[in-house]
């Protein structure tokens, strides 16, 4: 049994490609750092290679040893990767706070918000010219990235607390977003190197091994990557 994810960027694209993504929703894209995610790569990888990246983890010294070689991911690295800003405050995966008109006016009904969920309200407002809807919508397609790839937990949901922050959407500048990806994925890489190493002493059951939630797609990309320049070297 390989370590999973959830991170799947194919479904955002795919699931982008087919709605017809409104001026009035491009010029307030472009006022959230997330504008730089409305076209992103096809990036697609197996589970071999997280399982073998998440192998390679050594907990005491909080690197990866790839070909000999000791590579940190840092939040400058995810930053440099998908593009939002490494400071600011971090946001909290972890809070307890569900307050969020978002949520209240889609989801009141709910604690589990699923990537499905949110492109079906999205459709709802695409061809809506209130100024509400158009802004709301733009908060759903920010959750909608959250859940497809930047931050995707449990059966690829979005995290409730992160809702709330898109509630004033000039306020999204300020918060470090590469921190709260790299954050999220090293805390899921522990978690399963753990279970690696009882899987390889044999003293696993199927059940044990898990996820690492979060975008596994920058691990995947800055690990191979650095791996690459290191071997050019």
Same mark, same amino acid.
């Given at each position: 049994?390989?370590?999973?994810?959830?991170?799947?960027?194919?479904?955002?694209?795919?699931?982008?490609?087919?709605?017809?993504?409104?001026? *009035?929703? !491009? !010029? $307030?894209?472009?006022? #959230?750092?997330?504008?730089?995610?409305?076209?992103?790569?096809?990036?697609?990888?197996?589970?071999?290679?997280?399982?073998?990246?998440? %192998?390679?983890?050594? @907990?005491?010294?909080?690197?990866?040893?790839?070909?000999?070689?000791?590579? %940190? $991911?840092?939040?400058?690295?995810?930053?440099?990767?998908?593009?939002?800003?490494?400071?600011?405050?971090?946001?909290? $995966?972890?809070? @307890?706070?569900?307050?969020?008109?978002?949520?209240? !006016?889609?989801?009141?009904?709910? %604690?589990?918000? #699923?990537?499905?969920?949110?492109?079906?309200?999205?459709?709802?407002?695409?061809?809506?010219?209130?100024?509400?809807?158009?802004?709301?919508?733009?908060?759903?397609?920010?959750?909608?990235?959250?859940?497809?790839?930047?931050?995707?937990?449990?059966?690829?949901?979005?995290?409730?607390? $992160?809702?709330?922050?898109?509630?004033?959407?000039?306020?999204?500048?300020?918060?470090?977003?590469?921190?709260?990806?790299?954050?999220?994925?090293?805390?899921?890489?522990?978690?399963?190197?753990? *279970?690696?190493?009882?899987?390889?002493?044999?003293?696993? @059951?199927?059940? %044990?091994?898990?996820?690492?939630?979060? *975008?596994?797609?920058?691990?995947?990309?800055?690990?191979?990557?650095?791996?690459?320049?290191?071997?050019?070297?």
């Amino acid at each position: 049994m390989l370590v999973q994810h959830r991170c799947f960027p194919i479904y955002y694209i795919t699931a982008m490609d087919g709605m017809e993504v409104r001026e *009035c929703h !491009r !010029r $307030l894209m472009k006022k #959230t750092p997330f504008n730089i995610l409305v076209n992103i790569p096809r990036i697609q990888f197996q589970s071999e290679l997280l399982d073998v990246i998440v %192998s390679s983890y050594k @907990s005491d010294g909080d690197f990866f040893e790839i070909g000999g070689q000791p590579i %940190s $991911l840092t939040p400058e690295d995810v930053a440099l990767i998908i593009g939002l800003p490494a400071f600011g405050e971090t946001p909290n $995966l972890n809070s @307890s706070s569900t307050k969020s008109e978002l949520k209240k !006016r889609f989801f009141s009904d709910t %604690s589990i918000i #699923t990537r499905a969920a949110l492109k079906e309200s999205m459709s709802h407002l695409m061809n809506s010219d209130d100024p509400k809807d158009i802004e709301d919508f733009v908060r759903l397609w920010i959750a909608f990235i959250f859940a497809s790839f930047l931050f995707p937990i449990g059966h690829y949901n979005c995290p409730i607390p $992160l809702l709330g922050l898109l509630d004033n959407l000039k306020s999204t500048w300020k918060y470090a977003w590469s921190v709260a990806i790299r954050d999220q994925l090293m805390e899921g890489v522990r978690k399963q190197r753990a *279970c690696i190493t009882m899987r390889d002493e044999g003293q696993y @059951s199927k059940s %044990s091994m898990g996820y690492v939630f979060g *975008c596994t797609a920058v691990l995947c990309v800055s690990i191979t990557s650095l791996e690459k320049m290191y071997m050019f070297f």
